[in-house]
Nanobody, 121 residues
Framework: QVQLVESGGGLVQAGGSLRLSCVASGSIFSINHMGWYRQAPGKQRELVARIRSGGSTYYLDSVKGRFTISRDNAKNTVYLEMNTLKPEDTGVYYC???????????????WGHGTQVTVSS
């Protein structure tokens, strides 16, 4: 019904930058919030940043001041600008969205397949 496709991951040296993008498509009436989670090897998936339809944001403490989340509502796209990357930012980054589907009466949560971010020291 709804697909999320991430792009922009890769390998970067510590101190470098990457920009992730996630496009939502399908039977979308509206999107409540979009966000990025990450999962490092052997660790639980954690919420990195989230942005609501009105623009309010949440950031994990360890990324505050370094990461910026933004969204283009017209394009159903969310971005994560990651600066001053650290080795501990390494992981698979997953896009997540809470979507009102069809005529807007049903709400579902969707995930992308993930994009690898590797930060070398």
């Amino acid at each position: 019904q709804v697909q999320l496709v991430e792009s922009g991951g890769g390998l970067v040296q510590a101190g470098g930058s990457l920009r992730l993008s996630c496009v939502a498509s399908g039977s979308i009436f509206s999107i409540n919030h979009m966000g990025w989670y990450r999962q490092a090897p052997g660790k639980q998936r954690e919420l990195v940043a989230r942005i609501r339809s009105g623009g309010s944001t949440y950031y994990l403490d360890s990324v505050k001041g370094r990461f910026t989340i933004s969204r283009d509502n017209a394009k159903n796209t969310v971005y994560l600008e990651m600066n001053t990357l650290k080795p501990e930012d390494t992981g698979v980054y997953y896009c997540n969205a809470e979507v009102m589907i069809g005529t807007g009466l049903l709400r579902n949560n969707y995930w992308g397949h993930g994009t690898q971010v590797t930060v070398s020291s």
